[in-house]
């Protein structure tokens, strides 16, 4: 017999009830359950950050969280940036700045920018980007671009 739990969690602002087996990681939950596949997964292991969600507001590891462990949380994909079909200034500003290539790592940098730059206050200098951006992983861009956009959503956002 599986062990399995409900689960209630808020993702992107809509209410989820759903049954999981205790073994089934949050990024699995996220994908395959409940279809927002914009969280991928990559090294399994917690190093590569593509799978970065925010947690009640916090970066986290989907791949090292069990889905049980999200019940009762607010957890916010890459899904939950756009407003519709209007991208977030985050995702214009990595756009415009070249801070994608193949795509695979973005959502995690994305989740992990934003939730580094909604403590900023003022605008961060290049040193200190790309020390909070090293947490993740890409292997296309050369982090340049990621970094160049994360600032100019500070500078932007500062007024």
């Known amino acids: 017999m599986k062990d399995i739990h409900l689960i209630a969690l808020t993702v992107n602002g809509k209410a989820h009830e759903i049954v999981v087996e205790s073994r089934r990681t949050l990024a699995d939950v996220l994908r395959h359950d ?6 991928h997964i990559g090294c399994e292991h917690g190093i590569c ?7 009640d507001g916090q970066p986290v590891r989907a791949c090292l969280i069990f889905g ?3 019940d009762g949380c607010d957890v916010r994909t890459v899904e939950g940036l756009a407003d519709g079909e209007e991208l977030s200034d985050l995702q214009k500003a990595f756009s415009r700045c070249h801070g994608l290539q193949c795509g695979f790592c973005t959502p995690g940098f ?15 200098d290049e ?5 909070v951006m090293a947490a993740n992983i890409c292997r296309c861009t050369g982090y340049q671009g990621i970094v160049k956009a994360v600032r100019q959503v500070a500078e932007e956002r500062a007024g």
């Open 68 to 70: 049980v462990q999200a």
């Open 110 to 124: 994305l989740m992990l920018s934003e939730a580094y730059l909604s403590e900023q206050d003022g605008v961060p």
């Open 127 to 131: 040193s200190e980007v790309r020390e």
């Open 34 to 39: 409940l279809g927002y596949t914009g969280t």
């Open 49 to 55: 950050g593509a799978c970065t969600v925010l947690l």
